[in-house]
RNA sequence: CGGAGUGUGGUGUAGCGGUAGCACGAGCGCUUUGGGAGCGUUUAGUCUGGGUUCGACUCCCAGCACUCCGACCA
């Protein structure tokens, strides 16, 4: 390619807004233009680069036995019924209907269509199992997009679905594709760590996320001291220090406390006590059911939304409550007592059973109660891990220190057994002949994502250093304008040449402009090689080369430059 | 969806209730050519709609867009 002739430029500056450098870089070196917030156009630099990535994620798949196939973008929106999912999908759809009054939803995951698909033929045993996957546009209605590509509305994704007799088999499958994961990832450049994570609207019973840390990721998880133990905030479970469990059980009293006591902090100070000698109630309602929801935790922990809707086994139903949802339950927020509230449903967490003495649970302007003991004083009829995991905490088994990391998600495998299969009644026959619902899986990697996320991590503060796999050439010969016509000729045979035995170059040719000016665009582009050619270099009859990701340069032969980059 | 903020040539920005300025880019001419070069010249702008005012880019209201925080999120 000639740089002459490539659409979308280079830009010296860029909206300060920019944060995240892969934002800034794509968009400085013309990989990608902003439509709207949200969506954007892939720019023939880009599209180089994004096409790179499919291969490598499209050769895995192929090698792995996968098939791919396509789907179509508008999903008749009675699949989405049939499984129960155009209201509880964590985002919203994406809807719209043709002018008969059908009605689609853009696709934004497709187990449905898939499932579709495969219940149209009859399938026996001795068909499974089998793997089909896809590259597709997803849409999906994100309430905020940020960082570039690193979160969008509009996204290529691969998805795969599997298809087992059984767990046993499907296990199998799973256990290969975290394989062939880790092995795409890795040609891309990237480490990536397996998080167990929570299987969030997908549905399914486990899920594995693969995370590349970050600065500018969201996906917070925990690594225990060996890096045996890897999960997300979501599901991480971690060992609950006993505060001061030999300590004597007192008589609950109630006692009175000045007003300005209102806050966690407030009474700290108060008492002179850490907060986790304190009871806390967070309180929540359940927008789908409206039941009100009272979590009841340490005072020095914090309930995690999550964990406590796969404890009541409400996916994505809760939501903070309001003043007018306390006023239902009789209270407002500062007065939300620990028991007794009619209407709603307790919830305690592990660690209220590592303190005896409790101070608070029953909170009134003037008094609160004081040497509160849970399973005496109190008790909830669900206690389970609702607390949210904290850089330092032990794992559960007490051993070893968990560590705080934060990553982007870069693709996940999920077990979603028979979830879809018999909501929607798919079924194979088996050896007996009878009719059983497939065992499925299902498996995502988003492109533009993991793009940035490249960039991410490959980077200086000139430009990207592309991975050599995916940058959008191999080679970027730089030719320096100059009086001397010799040297616009041979940077065009060397051009023709590589090209010639199919090396992927660009090749800078634009005229009038200063060595600085196209230095600076290589660099920002980051091709994995750097070619310059000037009267200085041929002087010598020598080519100068660089490597992006190394500082020094070499002087070479046109056969010795040849060696190294055919 | 809640809170905050911002909208000025293609891009990045300044400014003021009274003629909209700078830099980069782009076009042309000349010069220059190893780290975003110089001179001259041309080009192009106040988000949309209302209101206040003799006069609004500026103040007010509404809408839209974008950014940040939160909520939400394979």
């Known amino acids: 390619m000639k740089q002459s002739k490539l659409f979308g430029k280079t830009t010296k500056t860029v909206s300060k807004d920019l944060k995240a450098p892969s934002h800034r870089f794509l968009i400085q070196g013309g990989f990608i233009a902003e439509s709207v917030a949200g969506r954007y156009y892939f720019l023939p630099l880009g599209m180089k680069v994004r096409d790179k990535i499919v291969k490598v994620i499209e050769d895995a798949m192929n090698n792995s036995g996968a098939e791919k196939m396509i789907t179509p973008v508008l999903h008749p929106l009675e699949l989405w019924q049939e499984t129960n999912r155009t209201s509880t999908a964590g985002f919203e759809l994406m809807r719209l209907e043709d002018r008969r009054g059908s009605e689609f939803a853009l696709g934004g995951t497709a187990e449905e269509m898939i499932v579709d698909v495969v219940r149209k033929y009859n399938i026996s045993y001795k068909d499974l199992p089998f793997h089909i996957y896809q590259f597709s546009q997803k849409f999906r209605d994100e309430l905020r997009a940020r960082g570039g590509l690193l979160r969008v509305r509009e996204f290529l994704m691969k998805d795969g679905y599997s298809f087992h007799v059984d767990e046993e088999d499907f296990k199998k499958e799973y256990e290969k594709m975290r394989q062939v994961y880790l092995e795409i990832f890795e040609k891309l450049g990237m480490d990536a760590f397996v998080v167990e994570a929570d299987n969030g609207y997908i549905g399914g019973d486990y899920c594995h996320e693969f995370v590349v840390e970050s600065e500018n990721g969201e996906s917070v998880f ?114 939300v007592h620990a028991w007794g509230h009619e209407n709603c449903k307790y919830v305690a967490d592990l660690s209220l059973k590592t303190v005896k003495n409790f101070i608070g649970g029953q909170k009134e302007e003037k008094t609160d109660s004081i040497n509160v003991n849970y399973g005496r004083d109190f008790e909830h009829e669900i206690i389970d891990d609702i607390a949210l995991a904290k850089d330092g905490f032990l794992t559960e088994d007490g051993k070893q220190k968990l560590t705080q990391k934060k990553g982007i998600e870069v693709g996940n495998i999920f077990q979603l057994g028979q979830h879809y299969s018999s909501k929607m009644k798919a079924t194979f026959v088996d050896e007996k002949g009878e009719d059983k619902f497939y065992y499925m899986g299902c498996y995502g990697i988003g492109i533009g994502r993991n793009m940035a996320t490249v960039v991410e991590t490959h980077h200086d503060e000139k430009g990207i250093v592309w991975p050599e796999e995916i940058a959008p050439f191999k080679v970027h010969i730089v030719e320096l304008v100059s009086d001397d016509e010799n040297v616009k000729k041979t940077a065009q045979d060397l051009y023709d040449e590589l090209v010639g035995v199919g090396v992927d170059v660009l090749y800078d040719d634009r005229a009038d402009l200063t060595a600085g000016e196209k230095f600076a665009d290589a660099d920002l582009i980051g091709c994995s090689y750097r070619v310059v050619i000037s009267a200085k270099t041929l002087e010598n009859e020598k080519f100068e080369l660089k490597k992006r990701s190394e500082q020094d340069v070499e002087m070479l032969s046109k056969e010795d430059l040849l060696k190294v980059l055919k």
């Open 222 to 335: 925990f690594v225990s001291e060996d890096g045996k133990y890897v999960a997300h905030e979501d599901v991480a479970k971690f060992k609950r220090d006993e505060i001061n469990i030999d300590e004597q059980e007192k008589e609950f009293e109630i006692i009175s406390q000045p007003e300005w006591v209102k806050t966690m902090d407030d009474v700290a100070k108060h008492y002179k006590l850490p907060t986790s000698r304190f009871l806390k109630n967070v309180v929540y309602k359940n927008r789908v059911s409206e039941e009100i929801v009272i979590a009841t935790i340490r005072g020095d922990l914090e309930v995690n939304k999550t964990k406590l809707e796969q404890v009541l086994d409400c996916v994505g139903a809760l939501e903070e409550a309001t003043a007018e949802d306390l006023e239902k339950i009789g209270t407002k927020p500062g007065y």
